[in-house]
């Protein structure tokens, strides 16, 4: 195994920043290292506002009045990952020299480019171009390592897998106005009908089979969070080949209801009369229905063209834009002690579109957070919605929170 680094590799993270603002507001800053968990966490904020020293209630004042203490608790807390591997990637490479290795890397960016974007259309437009001008450049480490063949007899296989500073990348991202998909992404239920030439099934979890492998390739390589149905019998009651291959998706919605998904990918390939494969795709989630289909001379072709399809679609409903970005005033209720108000900013503060958390007042057990977003808040609600930590409450204020025990 050969291991080094490559490019131009920025300093690690891997500390707590903490500075004094001016008198009245504490601001702290927490970045996480970029290898923790196999992806980079942005930098974020949270400021008290001097006007947290003029609260009327009580309340209000006992809290403002330790709110320091908490910022140091907070500062130091970890932050939980939404996606592993968000900014690593593994391709085949020619050789150990520098010009198999430089294509090697360019390969390995373009496969966390497409996705950290959700399409594959930023390789071809002009700013992803530039940014696989120069790959090494957001390289923290790579490895080599040699993979044993699949099939008995044929070479062992030279692999290259490379870890990207994610922070560098999304920032550059930023400048050049793509847009991009953050860290939170909805799992998906994937109810799968395969009919091969009068051989008919479902993909189950724990099938290894070639649509399943197909399946969890391709969404690792997209980013999807991907669940397959256990078939069991509580399963087998509710569902059959007949609904998911007809679309029967009031059945289908039923059935997922156990397995808490955001997304549910319904999905029928089956063998055209020339041989190849032709896939039909439905996307529930969100409150629409999006359809779309797929054709391939092969089953696992035509199965990554349906989950790139969803990748793709999810991705538009997620992404993040610099030409969004704004200030979203949020309100909390439900912070009644100093650990729920560290638990609030701090999950706040980790959420993918949030640059920094304003606490603007405290009154009794609600507070007020200003949120500066590097996206829509459109996006932001949508992000929280995947969440089960802040829960919105009934009424036209879409601002307005209640913290989950």
């Given amino acids: 195994m ?4 490559a490019g131009r590799i920025p300093a690690c993270a891997g500390m707590t920043e903490m500075a004094l603002a001016q008198p009245g507001a504490v601001r702290y800053r927490v970045r996480s290292s970029p290898l923790d968990a196999g992806l980079v ?15 009327t209630s009580s309340g209000g004042r006992r809290l403002g009045a330790w709110l320091l203490y908490v910022l140091l608790l907070v500062s130091t807390a970890a932050q939980p990952a939404r996606l592993e591997h968000l900014f690593q990637a593994e391709v085949d490479a020619g050789g150990q020299d520098s010009a198999a290795r430089d294509e090697a890397l360019r390969r390995a960016l373009q496969q966390v480019l497409v996705r950290v974007t959700g399409s594959e259309e930023v390789l071809r437009a ?5 940014l696989l001008s120069d790959p090494g450049r957001y390289v923290q480490q790579y490895r080599f390592r040699e993979q044993a063949p699949e099939v008995e007899g044929q070479p062992r296989r030279l692999r290259l897998w490379v870890q990207f500073d994610g922070v560098a990348l999304e920032k550059d991202l ?18 799968l009908a395969v009919d091969d030439r009068g051989r008919r099934y479902l993909v189950p979890e724990g099938d290894n089979g070639p649509a399943a492998r197909a399946l969890r390739r391709v969404a690792a390589a997209r980013g999807v969070p ?9 399963d087998q009651r509710a569902v059959d080949f ?10 289908l919605r039923d059935a997922s209801q156990r397995y808490h998904a955001q997304a549910i990918l319904v999905g029928r390939v089956g063998r055209t009369a020339s041989g190849g494969w032709r896939g039909r795709w ?24 349906g989950v790139g399809g969803a990748a793709g679609r999810l991705a538009a409903s997620y992404a993040l834009s610099t030409a969004d970005a704004s200030v979203y005033p949020l309100i909390v209720e439900g912070i009644g002690n100093l650990e729920d108000y560290a638990r609030a900013s701090r999950y706040l ?28 808040d459109r996006g932001l609600r949508r992000i929280i919605g995947l969440g089960r930590t802040l829960q919105p409450l009934a009424g036209p204020d879409e601002r307005h929170y209640r913290l989950n025990p």
């Fill in 226 to 234: 991907l669940t397959l149905p256990l078939m069991d019998l509580q």
């Fill in 349 to 376: 503060a980790s959420l993918s579109p949030v640059d920094e958390v304003q606490v603007a007042s405290v009154d009794g057990e609600q507070v007020r957070f200003e949120l500066k977003l590097n996206g829509s």
């Fill in 126 to 130: 002009t700013p992803g171009q530039s």
């Fill in 242 to 251: 007949t609904d998911v291959w007809g679309g029967f998706l009031g059945s």
């Fill in 41 to 55: 966490m942005p930098v974020a904020g949270v400021v008290l506002r001097e006007s947290m020293n003029e609260q």
């Fill in 174 to 191: 930023r400048r050049l106005g793509l847009s991009y998909w953050g860290r939170e992404r909805p799992d998906v239920l994937v109810w």
């Fill in 2 to 5: 050969v291991s080094g680094p």
């Fill in 282 to 305: 439905t996307l529930l989630g969100g409150g629409s229905r999006q359809q779309w289909t797929s054709a391939a001379a092969g089953l696992e072709d035509v199965i990554a063209a």
